[in-house]
């Protein structure tokens, strides 16, 4: 089956400092990713949504600035937290669309970033 | 948008129980409606999914219904494990356009 892999589970970084997410596909091409963010006990918050090659499409009130999204190629997609502060702490999840399934999505295992 | 309810947030049922947890969607075009499972501190996982030509799915112990007219779904879980205690998201969408759009999630315990 469809696999997506997401790297770092975990990080902690400090105040001010950027950190980059890695999110790729493994076994089929992912037409489209979608980032989102989890809070404690809450649901999926979609950020924004990248096709390859194409600048990521943001939500309302993400900060497309500050949440830096790279849809380079077929398997990967990155995000980058940058100049991260305490509030930005939170589960990010990642998302991939494609294969021949025109409905499959398929998540990434998560990365639980602090900012200390 | 969509709108995406589910309900209850929180179920507690005693192993070998059923538990049936219910979503309500507001879109007509949504055609998609995945189920998953997210145990904690991992990523979602599908655990079923059903498009809009299909009224009902299963899969072993887990059902899936849909009703189009009402725009409700439901999943069902039968013989209920300790293991499936889990927080359970429905989702609705149009597949073409890509994005889902997430219930709030039920807390699902199941005791021994």
């Known amino acids: 089956g469809a696999v997506v892999s997401q790297h770092p589970s975990w990080v902690i970084c400090k105040s001010g400092t950027s950190v980059k997410i890695e999110c790729r596909s493994l076994d089929f091409q992912a037409t489209t990713m979608f980032w989102y963010r989890q809070f404690p006990k809450q649901s999926l918050m979609l950020m924004a949504t990248?096709?390859?090659?194409?600048?990521?499409?943001?939500e309302q009130g993400v900060e497309k600035d500050k949440f830096l999204i790279n849809h380079a190629s077929l398997t990967l997609s990155t995000l980058t937290v940058t100049s991260a502060h305490p509030e930005d702490s939170s589960f990010y999840i990642c998302s991939a669309k494609g294969g021949t399934d025109n409905y499959g999505y398929t998540f990434g295992s998560g990365t639980r970033l602090t900012v200390v | 948008g969509e709108n995406v309810e589910q309900h209850p947030s929180t179920l507690s049922v005693q192993e070998g129980d059923s538990a049936v947890i219910k979503c309500t969607y507001s879109d007509s075009a949504s055609n998609y409606f995945p189920w998953y499972k997210q145990e904690l501190g991992k990523g979602p996982q599908l655990i079923i999914d059903?498009?809009?030509?299909?009224g009902e799915k299963k899969d072993q112990r887990i059902a899936v219904t849909l009703n189009k007219t009402a725009k409700h779904f439901s999943l069902h879980i039968t013989e209920t494990q300790p293991e499936d205690s889990a927080v359970y998201f429905c989702?609705?969408?149009?597949?073409?356009?890509?994005?889902?759009?997430f219930g709030r999630g039920t807390q699902l315990t199941v005791w021994p």
């Open positions: 989702a609705a969408g149009v597949s073409t356009l890509g994005r889902l759009y």
């Open positions: 990248s096709n390859e090659g194409s600048k990521a499409t943001y």
């Open positions: 059903i498009r809009s030509n299909v």
